[in-house]
C-alpha cells in the first residue's frame, strides 16, 4: 500500500510562508502525476496544484495562483507545495495524492494562518 506522509505545516502570520514536503512511498513514484490538496474546517477537500509526472508542467487552482508553487524530485520520491503570500484563507490540512487522487490519502499537514 502506498505511504504519503506529508510534513512541514505549522503557524503562520498573514503574508508569511511556509514550504510542505510530501514523501511518497511508491516505487513508480516518477510515472504518476501529482497534486495537492486542502480542507478546510466545515469544507469539502479541494484541489490545490498539480504537476506532471517530469515536473514539467503545473496546474493551480485560482485561489492560490502566483501564491503557491508546486515542484517535485522524482530521485527522493518527494512533492513540495511552497505556498507564499499566506492569508486565513488558506487555513487547511494540506494532502499530496496523486492526480487524479488515489483511493488512500495520508494524515496530512495543518497549515493555520492567523491574521
Known amino acids: 500500500q502506498v505511504q504519503l506522509v506529508e510534513s512541514g505545516g505549522g503557524l503562520a502570520q498573514a503574508g508569511g510562508s511556509l514550504r510542505l514536503s510530501c514523501a511518497v512511498s511508491?516505487?513508480?513514484?516518477?510515472?504518476?502525476?501529482m497534486a495537492w490538496y486542502r480542507q478546510a474546517p466545515g469544507k469539502e477537500r479541494e484541489f490545490v496544484a498539480r504537476?506532471?509526472?517530469?515536473?514539467?508542467?503545473?496546474v493551480y487552482a485560482d485561489s492560490v495562483k502566483a501564491r503557491f508553487t508546486i515542484s517535485r524530485d522524482n530521485d527522493k520520491n518527494t512533492v513540495f507545495l511552497q505556498m507564499m503570500s499566506l492569508g486565513p484563507e488558506d487555513t487547511a490540512i494540506y494532502y499530496c495524492?496523486?492526480?487524479?487522487?488515489?483511493?488512500?490519502w495520508g494524515q496530512g499537514t495543518q497549515v493555520t494562518v492567523s491574521s
Open positions: 495524492n496523486a492526480w487524479p487522487a488515489g483511493a488512500y
Open positions: 511508491e516505487r513508480t513514484f516518477s510515472r504518476h502525476d
Open positions: 504537476i506532471n509526472w517530469s515536473g514539467g508542467r503545473t
